[in-house]
């Protein structure tokens, strides 16, 4: 176990009646606000009258950017940061998912720049310290960006996508109603579910070996509320219990209790972003189909305990099988729970993708030369675990 300092400001509502302090919440920051949302989910659930009512009765003067993309480009995050520099706006409201809450922050942090342009921070990798305040509503439990200290923003114009980091970046307030999440439709549920499971797998779990058996445990205890209650919100998308552990697990996968003191590796999600830069898929289905192979291409002796122990804690598989055997079983497991149970579709092939970019995607992919993590990935070690997922 490594030292470590753990520090989040995020200050979390999580329940049914919560918005009821959003204008207290807002009014710490001024009455200026821009309203960030994407294609009229929140519209249809009801959430934006919900904030435009709110507005009106509190004397809060309401900007308002839509159309945030899923993947959200460089050039949306623009225009919301053009908006804050002409109107002075003073807090950032984000009502959404993870993309939009990515784009709010991005905003955030290119308000405050001379150009209010995003792309340079996020392509010169700039450690974001100084940024307007960020307050999100959560429609959807998939990123954690609730409450972590990072935006991922994709330039179509050159086909990449990269995460913006910064303390600045974390939402200084969160709301979190799991029922706003009740219009979900099922394949987003899904590709949001593998997006957490795959946040504490690739990040920490199977990172490597500075681990602690009390966070372990807690990470296992994260992955297996989503393999139990995935299917549950997907059959039944109005049932609370489940809306409601899907997302707080959402946020405890990346709000830093379950990294303190690890080590971090985030291969398949490095991977992934090739592939939706390059191809603009759902980030959650690219994780589910590259998890399995990714895990299949790294079993050795030195990985089978680690990931049999995965299937033991998370799956249930017996605990009386060789390391080999039970890693190949877990394996197996994880297999069955993206393409089965979550029914998303198992090939890069059935979202038209080929191995036309796959050389260059690769060498992006390890921009720092390999991808580290439980076994060190070279440009030609992922260029081959993406033909495996073809
Ligand atoms: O745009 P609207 O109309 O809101 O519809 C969205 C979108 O079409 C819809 N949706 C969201 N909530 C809904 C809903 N539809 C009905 N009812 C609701 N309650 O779902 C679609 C996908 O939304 P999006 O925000 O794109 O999904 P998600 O939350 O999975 O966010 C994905 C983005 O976050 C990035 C991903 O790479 C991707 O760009 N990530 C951000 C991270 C972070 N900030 O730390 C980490 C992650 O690993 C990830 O990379
Ligand atoms: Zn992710």
Not at 280 to 296: E, F, K, N, S, Y
Request: a negative charge.
């Amino acid at each position: 176990m490594n030292d470590f300092i753990f520090h989040n400001p995020d200050k979390v509502y999580f329940g049914k009646n919560q918005l009821e302090h959003l204008s207290e919440e807002l009014l710490k920051f001024g009455k200026k606000v821009l309203l960030v949302y994407g294609g009229g989910s929140i519209k249809k659930n009801g959430l934006y009258d919900s904030i435009v009512t709110i507005a009106k009765n509190s004397d809060i003067e309401l900007f308002e950017l839509s159309g945030v993309e899923p993947n959200p480009r460089h050039s949306t995050v623009n225009k919301g940061a053009a908006i804050c520099k002409k109107e002075n706006i003073s807090v950032v409201l984000a009502a959404g998912g993870g993309s939009t809450i990515d784009c709010a922050k991005g905003i955030a942090a290119a308000a405050l720049t001379e150009n209010a342009d995003v792309w340079p921070l996020v392509s010169n990798g700039v450690w974001v310290t100084e940024a307007l305040p960020v307050v999100a509503i959560l429609t959807n439990a998939a990123t954690g960006s609730e409450m972590d200290a990072w935006s991922v923003i994709s330039n179509m114009d050159t086909n990449e996508k990269i995460g913006l980091g910064g303390t600045a970046l974390i939402p200084r307030v969160a709301f979190e109603n799991p029922e706003y999440s009740y219009t979900l439709p099922s394949y987003q549920t899904a590709c949001g579910a593998f997006d957490i499971f795959n946040h504490i797998l690739d990040n920490y779990y199977l990172a490597g070996e500075a681990t602690f058996d009390l966070l372990l445990e807690m990470q296992e205890a994260v992955m297996r509320t989503v393999v139990k209650w995935t299917p549950v919100a997907m059959k039944e998308p109005e049932n609370y219990e489940a809306r409601a552990n899907l997302m707080w697990a959402s946020s405890m996968a990346l709000n830093s209790i379950l990294d303190g003191g690890t080590v971090h590796g985030c291969a398949c999600h490095f991977m992934e972003h090739e592939l939706s830069a390059y191809y603009d898929i759902t980030h959650g289905h690219g994780l589910a189909i590259v998890t399995p192979r990714w895990l299949t291409y790294i079993l050795d002796e030195a990985t089978a305990p680690a990931i049999y122990r995965l299937g033991v804690k998370v799956f249930g598989i017996p605990e009386n099988l060789s390391a080999m055997d039970g890693a190949k079983k877990a394996i197996e497991a994880v297999t069955d729970f993206c393409f089965n149970t979550l029914g998303l579709q198992p090939n890069l092939s059935d979202l038209g993708i080929d191995e036309k970019h796959f050389k260059v995607m690769a060498e992006h992919a390890c921009a720092a030369g390999s991808i580290t993590g439980p076994k060190e990935l070279t440009p030609a070690d992922v260029e081959e675990i993406f033909k495996m997922c073809l």
